[in-house]
Nanobody, 121 residues
């Protein structure tokens, strides 16, 4: 089992920044990719970003490309999502996930509880 705990969400004005953190514990494996997804009320879960543990490849959803940056700190089993130039449409619950690198949430085996991000206009 892998446990994932997100932190760093909150309320921010449009144009502002937030950094989300995801701490992984338990049976973490270097072969797992880590991803961030988000889900707004009444909408499907949306891919935000993913990163591999090994070759440090990164992937981004079209709606966040150029504004968000995913990174990881292997020694601490942590993954981060730096969110800049936030827009009201970025408002959602953000989830951290571990599994196979993919834009499809079904490829991920483990999920955190989520952290709320609210962007005011």
């Amino acid at each position: 089992q892998v446990q994932l705990v997100e932190s760093g969400g909150g309320l921010v004005q449009a144009g502002g920044s937030l950094r989300l953190s995801c701490a992984a514990s338990g049976r973490t494996r270097s072969t797992y990719a880590m991803g961030w997804f988000r889900q707004a009320p009444g909408k499907e879960r949306e891919f935000v970003a993913a990163i591999t543990w090994t070759d440090i490849s990164t992937y981004y959803g079209d709606s966040v490309k150029g504004r968000f940056t995913i990174s990881r700190e292997n020694a601490k089993n942590k993954v981060y999502l730096q969110m800049n130039s936030l827009k009201p449409e970025d408002t959602a619950v953000y989830y951290c996930a571990a599994g196979s690198v993919s834009r499809d949430p079904r490829a991920y085996d483990y999920w955190g509880q989520g952290t709320q991000v609210t962007v005011s206009s």
